[in-house]
């Protein structure tokens, strides 16, 4: 099975911007329509974009405007590009198959967002 790991969480101050990263120990193809995950603390957790096989995008609400989901199929890489970054996205952020979630989840990337 492909296995997914998470990186490019980090401490950052409102305004400002990350990028995440998501790297597939092979193609990401094979998983299907990519999806972005978010979890804040005590709260469950929720589709933030995601991805299909043709390159189709979509995004909550809350995201749209400030975050950009692509890929680097040559790199197995789904990437997420956070801007504008508010305490409210604070949360660890997961990369997983949409919308039928592969059972195991990566260790995720923590984002913490400082007013």
């Known amino acids: 099975q492909v296995q997914l790991v998470e990186s490019g969480g980090g401490l950052v101050q409102a305004g400002g911007s990350l990028r995440l990263s998501c790297a597939a120990s092979?193609?990401?193809?094979?998983?299907?329509?990519m999806g972005w995950y978010r979890q804040a603390p005590g709260k469950q957790r929720d589709l933030v974009a995601y991805?299909?096989?043709?390159?189709?995008?979509n995004y909550v609400d809350s995201v749209k405007g400030r975050f950009t989901i692509s890929r680097d199929i040559a790199k197995n890489t789904v990437y997420l590009q956070m801007n504008s970054l508010k305490p409210e996205d604070t949360a660890v952020y997961y990369c997983?198959?949409?919308?039928?979630?592969?059972?195991?989840w990566g260790q995720g990337t923590a984002v913490t967002v400082s007013s």
């Open positions: 997983n198959r949409w919308p039928s979630p592969r059972d195991s």
């Open positions: 991805i299909t096989r043709g390159g189709v995008t």
């Open positions: 092979g193609s990401i193809f094979s998983i299907g329509v």
